[in-house]
């Protein structure tokens, strides 16, 4: 299946992308599709079944259609990172009745985690969503004071919240990957969440991650975004091998996660 490749939104351009045309994404986010303001659009694939964790799954290679879309430098605040080493990730997603699953697909040279060693130069990625429309979205600078943000974290490290993940070969090891509910109101507010309601599943493989986040689609958590129409979401990106770590990242975002 060929895949459809979108430019890249970064953090500045998003900024005033997002106060000069987001006007209409109030109750309904896709109201601003009439007028082409929202950027990439990545359709949710809806699904009957069991809705698979292994980022492997050949339901991956169905129903999900991939978007591939271009990161940007961060350059708003600091540490600023003009040019990150991952240039694009490929997005896809799906849900049933209960759920909602969202992979990312990227190429990595290396596999960068501290199940051998301490280190903090990890392979990590993110996804964001604002937890409630608004007119205008949030700050792509991990949201503003009253206009908090969700976001779920993956790293491949061990943890508190380790999670299992597959192995990359029949030989290796096998990874452990910490993936993290968070929430912020700003550049330096990241906070954990005591309910955790994400999970995350990770394989590197022929020098790519395939990253599969997965959650249900709506919940009693006043801090988590909830899933009953489009929300618009960003991507992060840091690769451990080119010593990235918080602001110095590649991104993308804003862009519509379409549900209907």
Not at 24 to 35: F, I, K, M
Not at 96 to 119: C, P, V, Y
Not at 146 to 157: D, E, M, S, T
Not at 169 to 197: H, M
């Amino acid at each position: 299946m060929s895949k459809k490749r979108l430019p890249p939104f970064g953090f500045g351009v998003m900024v005033a992308f997002c106060a000069l045309f987001l006007f209409s994404c109030g109750a309904n986010v896709e109201d601003c599709l009439r007028d082409e303001s929202c950027g990439p659009v990545i359709q949710v694939a809806s699904h009957d079944g069991t809705l698979p964790a292994n980022p492997r799954d050949p339901f991956w290679d169905g129903a999900p259609v991939p978007v591939t879309v271009e990161l940007g430098p961060q350059m708003i605040t600091n540490p600023k990172w003009p040019n990150p080493s991952t240039k694009e990730v490929t997005v896809r997603a799906a849900k049933n009745d209960a759920g909602i699953i969202i992979m990312l697909e990227w190429d990595d040279a290396t596999r960068d985690s501290n199940f051998d060693h301490s280190t903090l130069y990890v392979d990590r990625a993110a996804v964001m969503f604002p937890i409630v429309a608004d007119k205008e979205a949030p700050s792509i600078t991990m949201g503003e004071a009253g206009k908090p943000v969700n976001i779920w974290q993956w790293k491949a490290v061990g943890g508190e919240r380790g999670q299992p993940g597959v192995r990359d070969n029949p030989a290796a090891q096998l990874a452990y990957q910490t993936t993290e509910d968070l929430n912020a109101e700003g550049f330096g507010t990241l906070t954990d969440q005591r309910q955790q309601n994400v999970r995350g599943f990770a394989e590197w493989k022929n020098n790519k991650w395939r990253l599969v986040f997965m959650r249900s689609l709506t919940n009693a958590n006043a801090d988590d975004v909830q899933f009953e129409q489009s929300v618009l979401m960003a991507v992060a990106i840091w690769n451990g091998s080119n010593k990235e770590l918080n602001g110095q990242k590649g991104i993308a975002g804003w862009f519509l996660l379409k549900l209907n």
